[in-house]
């Protein structure tokens, strides 16, 4: 069975620190890894994807990709209150995607 | 270019009733994902639909069930209401045959059942 695991959270940070979000993913076909927003009471929306190892940066987030652990993770730079939210890893294999069940981020002011 | 679309937005039913959920994908999607999201849970998934065909299935009864039309929309049944139906059912679509795409979710059908 194909699992993501994400940390539940909840995860606090204060205002302009950087909150680091892990997920780790079973299926080692994976092709190419997500990174989804989800406010509460609204659907998910997308933040990032990456497919190569390494780093994507994309302002004030950057995606991080090691395949060989299995391993993917999201920082969140100058973090502000409004980045309060559930953020979801999401891992597609084939046409499949798989998503963990989310970590809960509060950014403190 | 519309998104994904889901109605109706709320809903309250009444255990032992049957509901129907819409869902109407991004033009050129034909793959169309159902989730099941409670506090806790995270997203649990239901099935997927491509070409008018359930191509994937997760683990849950057989009172929930779907189909897809030949204009990819979808719908999703779940018949027999209980209590722990009540949920947000997102609906997903995405394209076929590209690694970097991604799933482009519905606002969502909040269902309670009373």
């Known amino acids: 069975q194909k699992e993501v695991e994400q940390n539940s959270g909840p995860l606090s940070v204060p205002e302009g620190a950087i909150a680091s979000l892990n997920c780790t993913y079973s299926?080692?076909?994976?092709?190419?890894f997500f990174w989804y927003r989800q406010y509460s009471g609204k659907s998910p929306e997308l933040i990032m994807f990456?497919?190569?190892?390494g780093d994507k940066e994309d302002g004030r987030f950057t995606a991080q990709l090691n395949k060989a652990s299995q391993y993917v993770s999201l920082l969140i730079r100058d973090s502000q209150p409004s980045d309060s939210a559930t953020y979801l890893c999401?891992?597609?294999?084939?046409?499949?995607?798989?998503f963990g069940t989310g970590t809960s981020l509060t950014v403190i002011p | 270019k519309a998104g994904v679309t889901q109605t109706p937005r709320y809903l309250i039913k009444t255990r032992g009733q049957q509901v129907t959920l819409s869902c109407s994908p991004i033009?050129?999607?034909?793959?169309v994902s159902w989730y099941q999201q409670t506090p806790g849970q995270g997203l649990q998934f239901l099935f997927e639909?491509?070409?008018?065909?359930?191509?994937n299935k997760g683990n849950f009864p057989g009172r929930f069930s779907g189909r897809q039309f030949s204009n990819s929309r979808s719908e999703m049944n779940v018949s027999t209401l209980e209590l722990g139906d009540s949920a947000l059912y997102l609906c997903?679509?995405?394209?076929?045959?590209?690694?970097?795409?991604?799933?482009?979710f519905g606002q969502g059908t909040r269902l309670t059942v009373v």
């Open positions: 997903a679509s995405s394209l076929e045959g590209t690694r970097n795409t991604e799933a482009f």
């Open positions: 299926d080692r076909g994976s092709q190419s």
């Open positions: 990456i497919y190569s190892n």
């Open positions: 999401a891992v597609r294999a084939g046409n499949q995607f798989y």
């Open positions: 033009s050129g999607h034909r793959s």
């Open positions: 639909y491509f070409s008018e065909t359930q191509r």
